[in-house]
């Protein structure tokens, strides 16, 4: 099976700095998968090389194997959505135009958005909730409303890939719950393949079916959620010692904060 | 009903009220149903080869700033960008006391060579800027700004060096020409080059307004969406700037239109572009057609020169918005 989206020796220098070196994975349709890794690891970069938002990468990236560079923007962006970190933008416009605009690359320049735009639109509030919001202006909405109304945004791009930069970083637990849920929903039931560059190992291995882990720009390891979490892997990846407890429902093991901090 | 159309009503409304009156504004008023009679021969003159074209030149100008200004806001994530900032009203400058110093300052073909020493100057800058923010940051923001104050500064000098050293007459006609003004419009000419510049250009601007709508979110979430950044960057840069450009060559470098009339516009009608690109074009061209009739009224027979007029109206009335108004060209939390 041609994997969705290929990776093959993907090194970044910026500035003259190098920020990735010799990435390669492959996502298949319909995998969840999480990229860890501490800060500056270089999880957001890859994500930005993917989606041509960096255009001067070495190495080898395929989207329905046909080499990423050979598509349009506008034609990349109706294969793979991609949700930013949300850190930093207080849309001024309402929820239901904002969302909209996720149809750009489906829309004529020349025309108002057709109905399947507005029902893509429509679907994408409803599934997160929001349509009770849509008339509200999204930088008035609370932090969490806003990372669904970005969410909403990405879901309504239909694309067949989905990658997030941090989806639930900033959110509260019933939040991040929520979006989660949601995303697993995209997953198992629309067939959405997810890539998701996270700092929340707990949550990662219980949503992902694989975990990819960065350090210093390099893969370390690519592997099934039980395997990533141990502290052998943890340990090279992160460079502490966590301790585990036994999650109450599933067999994995979950990292809890040691009281006095500073695992080691 | 859509709760932005009361703003567009009122700006279309406040549009039509400016163009059906002050074309018979002025030192003397001309009242439309005695200028029917063979007597008033003269007054007819005046308004038909005076005064009807310089209001028309005087609202295509306001909306072409105003179109201008609402682009390169959203493209620079910035309130304070306008095309002018980029350095096309220090180009044109230039290119004008070029014209004046060096003795080229003349009509040919209905055509003032200053005109197009000044369109010249501006295209020149604009496309110093360019090359310089494509070659090192493929366009980024900061860049362009930077280098569009850099090249703004350095036409200044240049400006500054010609003046210093110029003959006195011609350094006065130079002043003369960057305070900017409309009294220059005798008959259609002018128009016919400027209107469909501006019209084509509008259009251009308007067929981007998702792609403006999504640039004042960033970057990285234009480029999410699908928007290809360096074309769109590249085609807005230049449609916008030989638009202002072309202005400034006409009308020379009238101030504060395109900084005010996209906020002013955006309190009233939100910040979709869709709706902003057509409201801040009304607006534009009504404030500046305002404040030229204030220009040509208040002194009569004596003439202010539009620019200062745009700012001592405007700064004011912007600086009461700023205290009452939410600040909705907020992008960056």
Same mark, same amino acid.
């Given at each position: 099976?041609? /994997?969705?989206?290929?990776?093959?020796? $993907?090194?970044?220098?910026?500035?003259?700095?190098?920020? $990735?070196?010799?990435?390669?994975?492959?996502?298949?349709?319909?995998?969840?998968?999480?990229?860890?890794?501490?800060?500056?690891?270089?999880?957001?970069?890859?994500?930005?090389?993917?989606?041509?938002?960096?255009?001067?990468?070495?190495?080898?990236?395929?989207?329905?194997?046909?080499?990423?560079?050979?598509?349009?923007?506008?034609?990349?962006?109706?294969? +793979?959505?991609?949700?930013?970190? !949300?850190?930093?933008?207080?849309? /001024?416009?309402?929820?239901?135009?904002?969302?909209?605009?996720?149809?750009?690359?489906?829309?004529?320049?020349?025309?108002?958005?057709?109905?399947?735009?507005?029902?893509?639109?429509?679907? !994408?509030?409803?599934?997160?909730?929001?349509?009770? +919001?849509?008339?509200?202006?999204?930088?008035?909405?609370?932090?969490?409303?806003?990372?669904?109304?970005? $969410?909403?945004?990405?879901?309504?791009?239909?694309?067949?890939?989905?990658?997030?930069?941090?989806?639930?970083?900033?959110?509260?637990?019933?939040?991040?719950?929520?979006?989660?849920?949601?995303?697993?929903?995209?997953?198992?039931?629309?067939?959405?393949?997810?890539?998701?560059?996270?700092?929340?190992?707990?949550?990662?291995?219980?949503? !992902?079916?694989?975990?990819?882990?960065?350090?210093?720009?390099?893969?370390?390891?690519?592997?099934?959620?039980?395997?990533?979490?141990?502290?052998?892997?943890?340990?090279?990846?992160?460079?502490?010692?966590?301790?585990?407890?036994?999650?109450?429902?599933?067999?994995?093991?979950?990292?809890?904060?040691?009281?006095?901090?500073?695992?080691? | 009903?859509?709760?932005?159309?009361?703003?567009?009503?009122?700006?279309?409304?406040?549009?039509?009220?400016?163009?059906?009156?002050? &074309?018979?504004?002025?030192?003397?008023?001309?009242?439309?149903?005695?200028?029917?009679?063979?007597?008033?021969?003269?007054?007819?003159?005046?308004?038909?080869?005076?005064?009807?074209?310089?209001?028309?030149?005087?609202?295509?100008?306001?909306?072409? =700033?105003?179109?201008?200004?609402?682009?390169?806001?959203?493209?620079?994530?910035?309130?304070?960008?306008?095309?002018?900032?980029?350095?096309?009203?220090?180009?044109?400058?230039?290119?004008?006391?070029?014209?004046?110093? %060096?003795?080229?300052?003349?009509?040919?073909?209905?055509?003032?060579?200053?005109?197009?020493?000044?369109?010249?100057?501006?295209?020149?800058?604009?496309?110093?800027?360019?090359?310089?923010?494509?070659?090192?940051?493929? =366009?980024?923001?900061?860049?362009?700004?930077?280098?569009?104050?850099?090249?703004?500064?350095?036409?200044?000098?240049?400006?500054?060096?010609?003046?210093?050293?110029?003959?006195?007459?011609?350094?006065?006609?130079?002043?003369?020409?960057?305070?900017?003004?409309?009294?220059?419009?005798?008959?259609?000419?002018?128009?016919?080059?400027?209107?469909?510049?501006?019209?084509?250009?509008?259009?251009?601007?308007?067929?981007?307004?998702?792609?403006?709508?999504?640039?004042?979110?960033?970057?990285?979430?234009?480029?999410?969406?699908?928007?290809?950044?360096?074309?769109?960057?590249?085609?807005?840069?230049?449609?916008?700037?030989?638009?202002?450009?072309?202005?400034?060559?006409?009308?020379?470098?009238?101030?504060?239109?395109?900084?005010?009339? &996209?906020?002013?516009?955006?309190?009233?009608?939100?910040?979709?572009?869709?709706?902003?690109? &057509?409201?801040?074009?009304?607006?534009?061209?009504?404030?500046?057609?305002? %404040?030229?009739?204030?220009?040509?009224?208040?002194?009569? &027979?004596?003439?202010?020169?539009?620019?200062?007029?745009?700012?001592?109206?405007?700064?004011?009335?912007?600086?009461?918005?700023?205290?009452?108004?939410?600040?909705?060209?907020?992008?960056?939390?």
């Amino acid at each position: 099976m041609i /994997p969705i989206v290929s990776i093959k020796n $993907l090194s970044l220098r910026l500035s003259g700095q190098e920020i $990735l070196r010799d990435i390669s994975f492959d996502l298949q349709a319909g995998d969840y998968v999480c990229l860890v890794g501490p800060n500056g690891s270089g999880k957001t970069s890859v994500l930005r090389c993917v989606t041509r938002v960096y255009s001067r990468w070495l190495g080898e990236i395929t989207v329905l194997g046909k080499p990423v560079r050979s598509f349009s923007q506008r034609e990349l962006a109706r294969h +793979l959505a991609y949700l930013p970190q !949300a850190d930093g933008i207080a849309p /001024p416009y309402t929820v239901e135009d904002f969302v909209l605009m996720a149809r750009y690359p489906f829309v004529n320049p020349f025309r108002p958005p057709s109905a399947e735009d507005r029902e893509a639109v429509e679907m !994408a509030l409803r599934m997160t909730e929001l349509w009770s +919001l849509r008339h509200r202006v999204v930088r008035t909405l609370s932090g969490g409303e806003r990372q669904k109304v970005y $969410l909403a945004g990405a879901i309504a791009q239909q694309a067949k890939v989905l990658l997030l930069d941090e989806p639930t970083t900033f959110l509260d637990v019933p939040h991040q719950e929520d979006v989660r849920s949601l995303l697993h929903r995209i997953n198992r039931q629309s067939g959405v393949t997810i890539l998701a560059a996270t700092h929340d190992l707990n949550a990662a291995v219980l949503s !992902a079916n694989r975990i990819l882990a960065l350090r210093e720009g390099r893969l370390l390891f690519s592997g099934s959620p039980e395997e990533f979490m141990t502290t052998e892997v943890v340990r090279q990846v992160f460079g502490f010692a966590p301790q585990f407890v036994r999650h109450p429902q599933v067999p994995l093991p979950m990292i809890v904060p040691s009281p006095g901090g500073g695992a080691t | 009903m859509n709760r932005w159309a009361g703003g567009f009503l009122v700006i279309v409304a406040v549009a039509l009220v400016v163009l059906g009156v002050t &074309p018979f504004a002025g030192g003397n008023w001309i009242v439309p149903w005695r200028a029917t009679g063979p007597e008033s021969l003269v007054a007819r003159q005046i308004l038909f080869e005076l005064r009807i074209p310089r209001v028309l030149i005087g609202f295509v100008a306001g909306a072409a =700033l105003a179109v201008g200004g609402v682009a390169f806001q959203a493209m620079f994530r910035n309130p304070l960008a306008t095309p002018y900032t980029l350095g096309v009203a220090s180009g044109a400058s230039l290119g004008a006391v070029i014209s004046f110093q %060096c003795g080229l300052a003349f009509s040919t073909w209905g055509f003032s060579t200053t005109a197009v020493f000044a369109f010249l100057g501006a295209m020149a800058t604009l496309l110093v800027v360019y090359a310089v923010a494509m070659w090192r940051a493929e =366009l980024s923001v900061a860049t362009m700004l930077l280098a569009g104050v850099a090249m703004s500064f350095f036409n200044s000098s240049l400006i500054l060096i010609l003046q210093y050293l110029g003959d006195p007459v011609q350094v006065f006609h130079a002043f003369r020409w960057m305070l900017g003004g409309l009294e220059g419009t005798i008959g259609y000419d002018d128009l016919k080059v400027l209107l469909p510049v501006v019209l084509l250009s509008s259009v251009v601007v308007f067929a981007l307004r998702r792609e403006l709508n999504l640039l004042a979110l960033g970057d990285e979430w234009a480029t999410a969406r699908g928007v290809p950044l360096m074309k769109i960057k590249a085609l807005l840069l230049f449609v916008t700037g030989s638009m202002v450009a072309s202005v400034v060559a006409l009308c020379g470098p009238i101030g504060f239109v395109c900084l005010i009339a &996209p906020h002013i516009t955006r309190l009233l009608v939100g910040p979709e572009h869709g709706r902003l690109i &057509p409201a801040a074009a009304l607006l534009g061209g009504a404030f500046l057609v305002v %404040c030229d009739t204030v220009a040509r009224t208040v002194l009569a &027979p004596t003439e202010i020169p539009v620019g200062v007029i745009t700012a001592l109206l405007g700064g004011p009335f912007f600086l009461w918005l700023l205290f009452t108004r939410p600040l909705s060209w907020e992008w960056l939390s």
